[in-house]
């Protein structure tokens, strides 16, 4: 009787260069040119992406975002290409620790970097602008690339002038196309730093606000609040949250101009869905592995 292994090695190999006719392969240099945020890297930081082989790569095999590089036994944070569905590709800083498991970047502020976020106008706001590697702003135009097919859950990471770590995690987020002027939308909170995004005060609220900039103004205020209080963001009238500012990062009820924060990061991952009340993965007190622990 004839063994039955070549058979299946027989359709195996079939399968498999089928499924290979079916992918696009990408050289180095032409997925270079197609990266939607190249303008915020460097020549020694393409060549440091750690899921670019020298020959190239297949497109359908680049990780839709960070989450999927960690579920794909990518172990090494730093800067990976994300390909998500319907997008030109991007550049990340991904958390790829077994702590983080998957984050995605989005912001980061240290109020060390030489990078102003209160001089950035709509346009840089929307192609994004920084170091990748530390402080930066993704953009508004990736970020909704990222987000608008799946449901993602944020943390948003905050430590205070004692250098004490805080989260805010929101159980869904998405932000809206520029048709829509990059609207913000949120799920449900849970975390340490307390809600000062999706509740509602004396300024308004975050949630479900448009982005503005100093020369982009969708804010209720009578004046602009990017221009009085400087970078873009969700403003109402005017915040009780501000991140991407130059002077003191606010976050109500935790940081403000007596106690500013001295670091901020904004991070997302694909969520279970859309409303869950659970928390997000990762403990409390863990902290990015490119951060000071100091």
């Known amino acids: 009787m004839t063994p039955r292994w070549p058979f299946v090695l027989c359709v195996l190999f079939t399968w498999t260069l ?8 990408v050289s180095r240099a ?4 197609q990266l939607a945020n ?27 975002d960070c989450r999927a590089a960690y579920l794909n036994m990518r172990r090494t944070s730093g800067l990976y290409v994300l390909w998500p569905k319907a997008s030109p590709p991007m550049v990340a800083y991904c958390d790829l620790s077994p702590e983080g498991a998957g984050w995605t970047f989005l912001q980061r502020n240290s109020l060390q ?4 976020f209160g001089s950035h106008n709509w346009d840089q706001y929307r192609n994004g602008f920084g170091d990748l590697t530390g402080d930066h702003w993704l953009g508004n135009d990736l970020i909704h690339h990222l987000t608008k097919h799946s449901p993602f859950t944020v943390r948003i990471l905050l430590v205070d002038g004692q250098g004490n770590k805080y989260h805010a995690d929101y159980s869904s987020f998405r932000v809206d196309s520029e048709g829509n002027d990059y609207s913000l939308r949120l799920g449900d909170y849970s975390g340490t730093a307390g809600d000062a995004m999706t509740t509602m005060n004396e300024t308004g609220t975050h949630d479900n606000m448009k982005f503005s900039t100093t020369d982009r103004d969708h804010d209720r205020w009578s004046k602009n609040c990017a221009e009085a209080y400087g970078g873009g963001w969700w403003f109402d009238s005017c915040h009780s ?5 130059d002077g003191a990062i606010y976050w109500g009820g935790l940081c403000d101009k007596s106690r500013s924060c001295r670091a ?12 869950s009340p659970e928390p997000l993965p990762g403990a409390g007190e863990y902290y ?7």
């Open 18 to 25: 089928v499924r290979c006719e079916a992918f696009t392969f």
């Open 30 to 33: 032409d997925l270079y040119s």
């Open 38 to 64: 190249r303008h915020v890297l460097s020549h020694a930081q393409l060549q440091q992406l750690h899921n670019v082989p020298a020959a190239g790569v297949f497109r359908e095999l680049v990780a839709k």
């Open 113 to 116: 970097d030489s990078m102003s």
């Open 241 to 245: 949250a501000l991140l991407n500012t």
């Open 264 to 275: 901020s990061s904004i991070m997302v991952k694909p969520g279970r869905k859309n409303c």
């Open 288 to 294: 990015p592995n490119h951060y000071s622990q100091n």
